[in-house]
């Protein structure tokens, strides 16, 4: 018993350990990526999508951001009661979605940041035309994705430039299902918990990995883009994963071209 207690004791010491310096390495290295990269590209009157908990870093005396989320406040912290049930929460001022930005007119924008957001959309390529269609001429688009080698999506399939596509031409309730019950199956192996949890994720409209990418498949994506819509971009910055294994994430910075 006493042996038992002290590899239990050993474990969660690993745990601390290694939850301790992924805080430290985001919060010294990734975060000041990040933040240096927004002092750098990033002013005057822009949105931000999502995960408003952790806003990106901008320079205040230059920049001016109003947040944007599919849900209000109150229907956040219902949803996503573990995540966010004791977090300071951003003001929201826009309520629509990242692939819908109805509330926000067409070429108002001089940036838009969406941080660990692209693997969220059911329909990224949707996504992208509303951010060409809100940004100005020679406006900002800023994106930090996780690759998918270094989150709990490492064991899924990479999503494909056709299955994209086919999300873009032909959204499909069907499709949808497929998706929550992939990121249901991260947690569970029985078919029925894996069943019972798409369907519970699904009726909250909780907003899972519905796809996962490495950084050559989202500039396939964004290469689509420019060859077969109106919408255009030039990739003009990329921060690639690091080695280190504490960086889980690449950046893409483009220009819209109108």
């Not at 998706?179 to 409209?205: M, S, T």
Request: net charge positive.
């Amino acid at each position: 018993m006493f042996y038992k207690f002290k590899q239990t004791l050993k474990v969660l010491k690993q745990k601390w350990l290694i939850w301790t310096i992924n805080i430290i390495y985001y919060y010294f290295k990734i975060r000041k990526i990040r933040k240096n990269l927004a002092y750098q590209y990033i002013k005057w009157q822009g949105i931000e999508i999502w995960w408003l908990i952790n806003p990106n870093p901008v320079n205040h005396k230059t920049t001016k951001v109003k947040y944007v989320d599919y849900l209000d406040e109150e229907s956040l912290k219902k949803n996503y009661n573990n995540e966010l049930a004791k977090t300071d929460l951003q003001k929201i001022d826009y309520i629509c979605k990242a692939d819908n930005l109805d509330k926000i007119n067409s070429d108002s924008q001089d940036f838009v940041i969406g941080n660990h957001l692209f693997e969220h959309l059911n329909n990224p390529i949707k996504a992208l035309l509303e951010r060409h269609r809100v940004i100005k001429k020679w406006g900002i688009v800023f994106m930090a994705i996780p690759d998918k080698r270094r989150t709990f999506d490492e064991k899924r399939e990479r999503t494909t430039l056709d299955h994209i596509i086919s999300d873009y031409i032909s959204p499909s309730e069907e499709r949808d299902r497929e998706h929550y019950i992939q990121y249901a199956g991260i947690k569970y192996e029985d078919p029925k918990e894996i069943e019972k949890e798409a369907k519970r994720l699904k009726l909250i409209n909780y907003s899972i990995h519905y796809h996962v990418f490495l950084e050559e498949d989202v500039l396939e994506i964004i290469n689509r883009c420019n060859n077969n819509t109106y919408a255009k971009f030039d990739t003009f910055y990329v921060k690639h994963t690091a080695k280190n294994l504490w960086d889980n994430e690449f950046i893409l910075i483009l220009k819209i071209k109108k």
